[in-house]
């Protein structure tokens, strides 16, 4: 029997605490119909509990990925937001429940969680779901300022990708593939891209004006060979290259390390549950 990998529990009263202090600071908005998907009793109940207190509703709570299809298809939630690991094997169950959500569903958005930084699982799903989808890390829900900035950018359409992780790729290393082509600040503009964040997200995190911003964002573009697509979002595709190009330079023992760039299918991670194959929706 496979030894389930060990796990942190955040407890409901932390949670419950946070939406306080993000309800306080003003941060509740446009009430969302949600889903919460974790085998943690305590995780589940307290992020459904801060959910609220944000003002949003919560249409059902799910222990097992395998159930997520049938509920999701009856309570047609917009957001599920879904822990990677969960039974039976805890390797990437969630992941492709998340996939296949986004795939069935093109109107639901999905937020997964995790307990490791592995830009192998944002590449994986972002390449089968280029909107509508985010990736926390699983500290992150105690924020609810950001747990709920997350939340509207995927309802409105975009993509989230946990700074952390940003911050783990920026590392020092020479820029190297399609990166090499880009400035320092046009790859400091990508990696904010990279975050989900907006044009004026960038221009105020860097204090620079929107036209700035616009320009090296063009530039980024052509640089890195994406044309102007009606049907292709070239913020996303441009977060791919980066998180690909990024990814590549890392170690095997770096928690960040991914061993191809689609997925980690046989990286030696500090993740002990990570899966062995990529998954499919």
């Known amino acids: 029997m496979m030894a389930r990998p060990r796990r942190s529990r955040v407890p409901s009263s932390r949670l419950a605490a946070c939406a306080r202090l993000a309800v306080a600071s003003g941060c509740r908005a446009v009430a969302m119909r949600i889903a ?79 307990q490791y930084v592995v830009p192998g699982y944002v590449t994986w799903l972002l390449e089968r779901s280029p909107v509508q989808a985010g990736y926390l890390l699983k500290d992150r829900i105690l924020d609810g300022a ?61 204090v620079v004006s929107l036209n700035t911003v616009g320009t090296h964002i063009q530039h980024i573009f052509s640089k890195l060979g994406l044309p102007d697509t009606a049907s292709d979002n070239r913020r996303v595709r441009a977060t791919l290259v980066w998180l690909q190009a990024s990814a590549s330079g890392t170690q095997p023992n770096d928690p960040g390390s991914a061993a191809t760039p689609a997925y980690p299918a046989a990286a030696k991670t500090a993740d002990p549950g990570q899966p062995t194959g990529a998954p499919s929706p």
């Open 36 to 114: 919460v998907a974790d085998d943690s009793l305590l995780v589940r109940e307290g992020l459904a509990r801060l959910l609220e207190d944000l003002g949003h509703r919560v249409v059902f709570r799910a222990a097992r990925a395998d159930i997520l299809p049938a509920e999701v298809a009856a309570h047609r939630p917009e957001i599920v937001i879904v822990d990677i690991k969960m039974p039976p094997t805890f390797t990437d169950e969630g992941l492709r429940a998340a996939a296949g959500i986004r795939q069935r569903h093109p109107d639901v958005g999905v937020l997964v969680l995790s």
């Open 146 to 206: 950001v747990l709920q900035d997350a939340l509207h950018r995927i309802a409105a359409g975009g993509t989230v990708v946990d700074p952390e992780l940003v911050k783990s790729l920026m590392k020092p290393r020479a820029a190297s593939g399609p990166l090499a082509s880009l400035s320092e600040r046009e790859r400091e503009v990508l990696s904010l891209i990279a975050e989900g964040l907006s044009d004026r997200g960038i221009a105020e995190r860097l």
